[in-house]
């Protein structure tokens, strides 16, 4: 099983969607979880951190499930520039290590 | 202020051969991984430096080596360069070992083995 997992889609939404992604990890004792956006060719950026509580950044909610493992990022009236890939992050040791380990990456496509 | 800075950008070597990819992390960071990304894959982890050390490693064989330098920047060491070590190699660094505020990643050297 991977440390992370993403569906890859792609996932083809008109403008002013809402999706969301989920991401399911298999270290319980994993402390610190991010998203990330990778666009062609490009580096990935972090997008946000995920906390417990869940937290909103503009058009953008993360959430938290400790006990399901699972970790989900929803974007709300999406834009063409939101095109990318989603990377779910999270930390592989046990405690809080630095040592990120990243999903497959979930691909987005905002049509016209 | 410059952010995380890589080089070269790309490099093309021949199986069998030794490469150095060189990193200067963000001002003000003083950790740096290093990630391996194969086409349509996420980044994978091969290896952590802070205070001049090799703190985490990911599963990655020994042909894989690192350096980090008093001034925080870093190599990356390839030996007996494989057709399948073909990738885009990511520096990535961060003030507090990636904990709380994540890594900021370098552009990336793309390397092809031929």
């Known amino acids: 099983r991977k440390e992370v997992e993403q569906d890859p889609g792609p996932f083809n939404v008109p403008e002013g969607a809402t999706v969301a992604f989920n991401c399911t990890y298999s270290?319980?004792?994993?402390?610190?979880f991010f998203w990330y956006r990778q666009d062609c060719r490009k580096e990935p950026k972090l997008l946000m951190s995920v906390y417990s509580s869940g937290n909103e950044d503009g058009r953008f909610t993360a959430q938290l499930n400790r006990a399901s493992q699972y970790i989900s990022l929803l974007i709300r009236d999406s834009k063409l520039s939101d095109s990318a890939t989603y990377l779910c992050v999270v930390n592989g040791g046990s405690g809080n290590t630095g040592k990120l380990i990243f999903g497959q990456g979930t691909t987005l496509q905002v049509k016209p | 202020d410059a952010g995380v800075t890589q080089s070269p950008t790309h490099l093309i070597k021949t199986r069998g051969q030794q490469v150095t990819l060189r990193c200067s992390p963000k001002s003000g960071h003083d950790t740096v991984s290093w990630y391996q990304q194969a086409l349509g894959q996420g980044p994978q982890f091969i290896f952590q430096y802070y205070e001049e050390e090799e703190r985490q490693r990911g599963n990655f064989p020994d042909r894989f080596s690192g350096h980090q330098f008093p001034n925080y920047s870093s190599e990356l060491n390839v030996n007996a360069l494989l057709l399948g070590d073909s990738a885009l190699y990511l520096c990535a660094s961060s003030p507090d070992r990636g904990v709380s505020y994540g890594y900021t990643f370098g552009s990336g050297t793309r390397l092809t083995v031929v």
């Open positions: 270290n319980s004792a994993s402390q610190s």
